[in-house]
């Protein structure tokens, strides 16, 4: 563990929110793969949605281009509509209003928990006086950080509702995260990024930060890897860890 990376040495940590800070990687799945099965049921649409479809077309990315992805591999095409449009609504946005739906009433109904390790994470960096941001694709992140008791650990959150008011593309795109060091006042080069996600890592990457680490939370670590990720560590306690026997 003490040759881990020491984050406490560099200008900031970017986080993303699914999978890294709170386990709503899970409420997603849960969510896409009840609304995608009936979706593919009544549209006669095959091979059927399994999880892979979740890490190869959703996981990390912006909900209406998630969506578009994933039709896109079963050769259906739909309008994109727009992101008023009605759950209803058969279009690229009506669907992915529909998921979200499902998401809402899961998060309302049992709430959140952050991941321990992550919050000892935290706990570290801040002594430290080391910024954390969020960096998450997800327009819920606000709720999702709010239902969780943690939006005032993060001055920064950079998310799918500010990406979409500022035109940025999904990741693996690096702009999510660029934007994000910019409004944390950071150079990228002297910050480390922490995803779970493919799309993500391969974003972090693209922007030319000087850590990426990858939490294998389902994604798989010779995945992470292969999408450039540096570390990879199944929990950020792994961190912590390191941190504490260093310390002693």
């Known amino acids: 563990m003490s040759s881990l990376p020491d984050l406490t040495a560099y200008d900031a940590v970017l986080f993303d929110l699914d999978g890294v800070i709170t386990p709503t990687a899970e409420v997603h799945m849960h969510a896409w793969r009840a609304m995608f099965e009936q979706l593919f049921a009544d549209w006669d649409i095959t091979p ?16 209406y281009d998630g969506v578009a992805s994933i039709l896109r591999s079963r050769d259906v095409e739909v309008p994109w509509g727009d992101p008023s449009d009605p759950p209803e609504a058969d279009t690229v946005c009506g669907i992915g209003n529909r998921k979200n739906i499902v998401f809402s009433r899961v998060l309302r109904e049992e709430g ?8 000892r994470l935290l706990d570290i960096l801040d002594a430290a006086g080391v910024p954390s941001a969020v960096v998450s694709s997800s327009k819920n992140a606000e709720d999702v950080l709010a239902a969780a008791g943690i939006r005032d650990r993060f001055p920064v959150v950079m998310d799918g509702v500010v990406a979409e008011r500022e035109h940025l593309p999904s990741k693996p795109a690096p702009d999510v995260f660029l934007r994000a060091a910019e ?66």
């Open 183 to 248: 409004m944390a006042g950071v150079d990228p080069a002297r910050t480390a990024a922490v995803e779970d996600a493919i799309s993500g890592v391969q974003s972090a990457v693209a922007g030319g930060f000087g850590l990426v680490v990858g939490v294998d939370r389902g994604a798989g670590a010779h995945a992470l890897e292969n999408a450039g990720a540096h570390v990879i560590v199944a929990d950020l306690a792994e961190f912590a860890d390191a941190h504490d026997a260093t310390s002693r």
């Open 112 to 119: 959140i928990q952050p991941y321990p390790g992550t919050m």
């Open 48 to 63: 059927p949605y399994t999880d892979t479809d979740y890490f190869d077309h959703l996981d990390g990315k912006k909900r």
